[in-house]
């Protein structure tokens, strides 16, 4: 987990995620979000210190989390997740017409209407949730396929272990 300053990653936390959980990411066929240049116009833009009552909102959400985590408790990660994105997506919200990006609010909305929640990754269009394990992640692969027909958005739907590692980089040499 870092600090959230694009540019300027600030590692804060590192924990493993649980082995048998698993991300379901859905990536929907729409406009690509801010790129970085434009991202870090937009993040030195905003008067951060104005806004200390979401600030302290996104902070509870990462605690909870992180905690959720560490404790292996699926649930309390994901309203820690769900508290984290509904700030942030509050903050951002001049910048991004809402708690989420154009159509992707219409998805998250059937979405959680459905029971599972989606995080916005960045400025999107890629969304994510946490299962506890693979069944229940191709259980929500399946309705969040089927929850973006209903929307009237393409797309797919990933699901992936999680990667208890930090990045690699390879030179081009080798």
């Known amino acids: 987990m870092d600090a959230g300053m694009p540019g300027r ?12 959980w698993r991300f379901v990411i859905v990536i929907p066929e729409v406009e690509r979000g801010l790129n970085e240049r434009e991202e870090e116009g937009v993040m030195e833009s905003l008067k951060w210190g104005a806004h200390e009552s979401l600030l302290s909102m996104m902070a509870a959400g990462a605690l909870r989390l992180a905690s959720g985590i560490a404790r292996e408790d699926i649930e309390d990660a994901l309203e ?10 509050a903050f951002f919200s001049r910048v991004q017409g809402g708690l989420y990006r154009g159509p992707l609010a219409a998805l998250a909305a059937e979405a959680w209407r459905h029971r599972v929640f989606l995080a916005q990754s960045s400025w999107g269009p890629a969304m994510y949730t946490l299962a506890e394990d693979e069944m229940s992640a191709r259980g929500d692969a399946d309705l969040l396929l089927e929850t973006m027909r209903e929307v009237g958005l393409k797309g ?11 990045a690699e980089v390879n030179s081009p040499e080798g």
């Open 156 to 166: 797919k739907v990933i699901v992936s272990p999680p990667r208890n590692r930090g």
């Open 9 to 20: 990653p600030r590692p804060l936390l590192r924990l493993q995620v649980p082995e048998r």
């Open 80 to 89: 820690g997740l769900r508290g984290l994105q509904r700030a942030t997506g």
